[in-house]
T-cell receptor, first 116, second 111 residues
């Protein structure tokens, strides 16, 4: 079965500290992986994606993610958290059964709380 | 500016009424999608369309209908058959298998 898991409902971190939001996946074929961020009552904003190439992917607002094929993980990281990073984060994987579409399977989301 | 416009942002419906949510994009994307968001459940796919005049059911299509008469437009109708329609609805578009671009969402509340 194709799926995405975000094992933590909430992550708390102090401003200036590094942050990690975890994601693991299960998909047939080569994974296309994505991270999105959502602020309250807003749509999702694209942060970064992995399709092929380097396992460390750099994205918007200083975020990066590390693809680990053996552990089927795609954790989101940032070296120094900001209070303004507080939001809901979604990991997603392209549905391998969907051919050439952008049809995605989303995790349930992780709330990131950065405290001053 | 290019983007996706959803309207209305907030909508209230009485039980038994159909409502239609609008989604318009000027990104020239072929594919469009409707997702439903409920607290703690992530996003679930309702319908998607890869080209004009064609669309496919997603994981939770029951009680919903769509049309794709123009490339730019992908309206979603929430029918009276949808048993629990109160949710946040998100429209998105993409070029092929690339990232999705989302609208700002429509929040539907059933009174």
């Amino acid at each position: 079965a194709q799926s995405v898991a975000q094992p933590e409902d909430q992550v708390n971190v102090a401003e200036g500290n590094p942050l990690t939001v975890k994601c693991t996946y299960s998909v047939s074929g080569n994974p296309y992986l994505f991270w999105y961020v959502q602020y309250p009552n807003r749509g999702l904003q694209f942060l970064l994606k992995y399709i092929t190439g380097d396992n460390l992917v750099k994205g918007s607002y200083g975020f990066e993610a590390e693809f680990n094929k053996s552990q089927t993980s795609f954790h989101l990281k940032k070296p120094s958290a900001l209070v303004s990073d507080s939001a809901l984060y979604f990991c997603a994987v392209r549905d391998g059964r969907s051919g050439n579409t952008g049809k995605l399977i989303f995790g349930q989301g992780t709330t990131l709380q950065v405290k001053p | 500016d290019g983007g996706i416009t959803q309207s209305p942002k907030y909508l209230f419906r009485k039980e038994g009424q159909n409502v239609t949510l609008s989604c318009e994009q000027n990104l020239n994307h072929d594919a469009m999608y409707w997702y439903r968001q409920d607290p703690g459940q992530g996003l679930r796919l309702i319908y998607y369309s890869q080209i004009v005049n064609d669309f496919q059911k997603g994981d939770i299509a029951e009680g919903y209908s769509v049309s794709r008469e123009k490339k730019e437009s992908f309206p979603l109708t929430v029918t009276s058959a949808q048993k629990n329609p109160t949710a946040f609805y998100l429209c998105a578009s993409s070029i092929g298998p690339g990232e999705l671009f989302f609208g700002e969402g429509s929040r539907l509340t059933v009174l």
